[in-house]
């Protein structure tokens, strides 16, 4: 059918709080997960990537847990600033017999709105 | 280090015209792949250009096409436009062909179809 257009989650915490943003994932093959943040008028910009064998990774001010059994992927942002405002999308890669390295699919994206 | 850059930055176009846009990726990079970006349908993947070879592609009609260059650079076309191809085109580049390899994204370019 028709698609009315995507209705995005959206996340409004205060300066300063942690932010948790979640994504499901569909697909059981994908090994491969990134995360990106998309300002107004500009391209998605990489945060921080996890493989499938991996349950946690850090950043600066950011974790990424992955929860193979659920197909859950959460992004944490400690101490969330107002430049942290943004569309956060998280991105799955399935390696299918070595030829789909460069397709990554995207989740719909979450709104991330940050009050000072 | 330069980033991903793509032009034009904005373009608008009548229905039934065709369209190319361009991506130069991160120097060194010789991956580069397209995506479309609506607010009906989100990020789509179009397709994934390595070594000159389109690699990868996903559902869209055949007017949607590509090549890479020898120097990596890549060039998307689409024919016959239609007013729903109006959208954010997006290229990243990505280092490798392998696996697990952050793709980096360009700033787009928004083409309008009236």
């Known amino acids: 059918g028709e698609s009315v257009g995507l209705h995005l989650p959206t996340l409004s915490v205060q300066e300063g709080d942690n932010s948790i943003i979640n994504c499901a994932y569909s697909n059981s093959a994908s090994d491969y997960f990134i995360w990106y943040k998309q300002e107004s008028g500009k391209g998605p910009q990489f945060i921080i990537d996890?493989?499938?064998?991996?349950d946690k990774r850090q950043g600066q001010r950011v974790t990424v847990l992955l929860n193979k059994t659920v197909k859950h992927l959460s992004l944490q942002i400690a101490a969330t600033q107002p430049g942290d405002s943004a569309v956060y999308f998280c991105?799955?890669?399935?390696?299918?017999?070595?030829?789909?390295?460069?397709?990554?699919?995207f989740g719909q994206g979450t709104i991330l709105t940050v009050h000072p | 280090k330069a980033g991903v850059t793509q032009t034009p930055r904005y373009l608008i176009k009548t229905r039934g015209q065709q369209v190319t846009l361009s991506c130069s990726p991160i120097s060194g990079h010789r991956s580069v792949s397209w995506y479309q970006q609506t607010p009906g349908q989100g990020l789509q993947f179009l397709f994934e250009?390595?070594?000159?070879?389109?690699?990868n592609k996903g559902n869209f009609p055949g007017r949607f096409s590509g090549r890479q260059f020898s120097n990596s650079r890549s060039e998307m076309n689409v024919s016959t436009l239609e007013l729903g191809d109006s959208a954010l085109y997006l290229c990243?580049?990505?280092?490798?062909?392998?696996?697990?390899?952050?793709?980096?994204f360009g700033q787009g370019t928004r083409l309008t179809v009236v």
């Open positions: 250009y390595f070594s000159e070879t389109q690699r």
């Open positions: 996890i493989r499938s064998n991996m």
């Open positions: 990243a580049s990505r280092l490798a062909g392998g696996p697990n390899t952050e793709a980096f």
């Open positions: 991105a799955e890669n399935a390696n299918a017999g070595g030829t789909s390295y460069g397709k990554l699919t």
